[in-house]
C-alpha cells in the first residue's frame, strides 16, 4: 500500500508538473540553430590551408618545419637530434622508419611501450586541420594510443594530403578511409599539453608532450 501511495503522489506532482509545461510553454530563444550549419559562422581566411595550418599551429606554441620533400624533413629530424641533444627518438610509423633506417639515422628506433626512457617520439597524424592548428590522431594509427601523448616531445610528419580545412571535413576523411571499420579512438591534439588547475598558473607537459613539433612535406 505504501508503495502504490507514493507512486500515485508521484504521479500527481508529475501531472502539475506537465500541465504547468504545457500551460507556460516558453518559445525557443533561439529557433534558427536547429537550421544551424556550424560552418557558416566561421570567417573563412583568405589564406591557404597550408599557411593558415601554419599560423594556427603557432599561435599555439608549436613549431613549425616546411620541407619540400622527405629527403629534407629527415635532414631536420637529424638536426634536430643534434641540437636537443636527444639520445632516444622513437618512430611509431613503420614507413618513416624504413626512411631512416635508409637515411643512416641509427638513432631513430621502433617503439617499446615498456621502454619510457625515449626523448621523443615521431608519428604521422589522420589529418592536418588547418583552422585549428589540429592533428586529428587515431587508435588505427602504428601504437596510436600512446605515441602522441607518452613522450615529452611529439614530432608529427605530415604532407600536404593529410591537409583539411575543418574538423568536420577531418572526421569525413577517416570515415572514407576506414569505412565499415572506424577506429576505436580519434582524437584532437592542439598544441602541446597545458593546464591551469592548479593555482590558475598555466603550465605545459602534465598530460602529455611537453613540445609539439609539425614536419610539414610539401608534396
Request: proline letters at 5%; glycine letters at 6%; charged letters at 25%.
Amino acid at each position: 500500500m505504501l508503495v502504490q501511495k507514493g507512486s500515485a503522489t508521484r504521479e500527481k506532482i508529475l501531472g502539475k508538473i506537465r500541465a504547468a509545461l504545457r500551460d507556460h510553454a516558453a518559445s525557443m530563444p533561439f529557433p534558427e540553430a536547429e537550421h544551424f550549419d556550424p560552418k557558416d559562422g566561421f570567417v573563412h581566411s583568405e589564406l591557404s590551408n597550408d599557411e593558415l595550418f601554419a599560423e594556427s599551429f603557432l599561435s599555439l606554441g608549436g613549431k613549425y618545419i616546411y620541407c619540400a620533400n622527405d629527403e629534407e624533413a629527415l635532414q631536420q629530424i637529424a638536426a634536430l637530434h643534434t641540437t636537443f641533444g636527444w639520445q632516444k627518438l622513437f618512430c611509431a610509423d613503420s614507413h618513416y622508419l624504413d626512411r631512416a633506417r635508409q637515411a643512416q639515422l641509427h638513432f631513430v628506433l621502433p617503439p617499446d611501450n615498456a621502454d619510457d626512457t625515449a626523448d621523443a617520439c615521431i608519428t604521422r597524424c589522420e589529418a592536418l586541420i588547418a583552422r585549428t592548428g589540429s592533428f586529428l590522431i587515431s587508435s588505427r594509427q602504428e601504437f596510436g594510443r600512446v605515441s602522441p601523448v607518452f613522450y615529452p616531445v611529439h614530432i608529427v610528419v605530415a604532407y600536404q594530403s593529410d591537409l583539411v580545412y575543418d574538423i568536420a571535413d577531418a572526421y569525413e576523411k577517416v570515415k572514407k578511409k576506414y569505412k565499415d571499420q572506424p577506429p576505436s579512438m580519434i582524437s584532437l591534439q592542439t598544441g602541446p599539453s597545458r593546464t591551469a588547475d592548479i593555482e590558475k598558473t598555466l603550465v605545459t607537459g602534465v598530460h602529455g608532450p611537453k613540445e609539439v613539433f609539425c614536419i610539414y612535406i610539401d608534396q
